[in-house]
């Protein structure tokens, strides 16, 4: 039996579509990109009303409305200088967390249509060429606030035998990546569709898709997809400042759905492969993973955090 137990807006929903080299591939035999060369966009939303305290923010790398039928008007977006730097209104995705009681998993199910509005936009992956060797590909943001109030409520539903001493791991900062520290989870399955996307669809039908769009599945339960996969939720927390090089922000929860294993892809290269190519009727976007596994390690990183504020004397953490 499942349970719906909150839904919570989040901070920020990240798919990197274009990393995924075999995905491009099919689309590309599906017609993609046959009249003139394009790239396949990126997912992204930022709230940035809980995260900058702003309505609305500049965009980079950002993909014009008319690449996928639609006008700055319609979508609420300002132009600015430059072409591809919209200023674009605050963006709520949200996640619902079920429990299935039975099976003991947690279920996190993403929603990026609110009200008929989609709470995206897609930006070009300035990274794609490199995109297809790296691990992290789905991203998702708590505030911190919610997060708590997510795992209380779990408390109630879910009995914890001992108390977890993990090892943490750090992911240090790069260039475009804030440093993270965090614990691994085990991922049960997920999957992620195309077509979820309605300005996803518009741009691809633009640019040569007639047919139904795929989705990227994963199950642990597959034993063929075990010998090409190995993926992880790195479940842990950032903290970006202006002095490492990023926008002001309170800390956050980040879930990080992470695939290290490295094969050689279908156009002889080295690649990371995000997923199994799938078509199938019910299009969603969710992530499964042991509900034990899950709280146990989502109190040990709030624990970490304490220390870390206690360590720092940081108090504009929460």
């Known amino acids: 039996m499942k349970e ?23 689309l590309r035999k599906l017609g993609f990109g ?58 709520k ?50 505030t911190i606030n919610d997060f708590r109030n997510l795992i209380e409520k779990l408390e109630k ?3 914890l035998k001992e108390e977890l001493m993990p090892k943490f791991h750090v992911e240090p900062q790069q260039n475009q990546r804030e440093k993270l520290i965090f614990l691994f989870l085990d991922v049960l399955y997920y999957k992620f569709c195309l077509s979820v996307f309605k ?9 040569g898709v007639k047919s139904d769009l795929p989705c990227l599945e994963y199950d642990s339960s597959d034993k063929e997809l075990k010998k090409i996969m190995e993926p992880k939720l790195k479940l842990g927390f950032v903290h970006t400042t202006k ?25 002889k290269k080295k690649a990371k492969v995000k997923g199994k190519i799938i078509h199938e009727k019910s299009h969603e976007n969710i992530v499964i993973v042991n509900a034990i596994d899950f709280l146990s390690k989502s109190e040990a990183v709030l624990d970490k955090i304490e220390e870390e504020i206690e360590v720092k004397k940081i108090t504009d953490f929460a």
Do not use: C
């Not at 719906?4 to 099919?26: A, H, N």
């Open 4 to 26: 719906l137990i909150d839904k919570f807006t989040l901070d920020s929903l990240q798919i990197f579509f274009p990393w995924d080299d075999d995905l491009y591939t099919y």
């Open 34 to 91: 046959k009249e003139k060369a394009v790239a396949l966009p990126l997912v992204y939303t930022d709230n940035t009303e809980s995260t900058i305290n702003q309505k609305e923010s500049r965009r980079r790398f950002v993909i014009h409305p008319d690449k996928f039928g639609k006008t700055y008007k319609e979508l609420g977006w300002k132009e600015t200088d430059k072409k591809s730097e919209p200023i674009i209104p605050a963006e």
């Open 93 to 142: 995705p949200q996640v619902e967390i079920w429990l299935d009681k039975e099976k003991q998993v947690i279920i996190f199910r993403f929603i990026t249509t609110i009200n008929g509005k989609e709470e995206y936009h897609l930006e070009y992956s300035t990274m794609s060429a490199f995109g297809k060797l790296y691990s992290n590909w789905v991203n998702f943001y708590f």
């Open 157 to 159: 539903y879910i009995q």
């Open 199 to 207: 300005y996803m669809v518009g741009y691809l039908k633009k640019n």
């Open 243 to 267: 002095e490492t090089g990023f926008e002001e922000r309170k800390i956050q929860i980040a879930l990080k759905l992470s695939q290290d294993k490295m094969i050689i892809n279908q156009r």
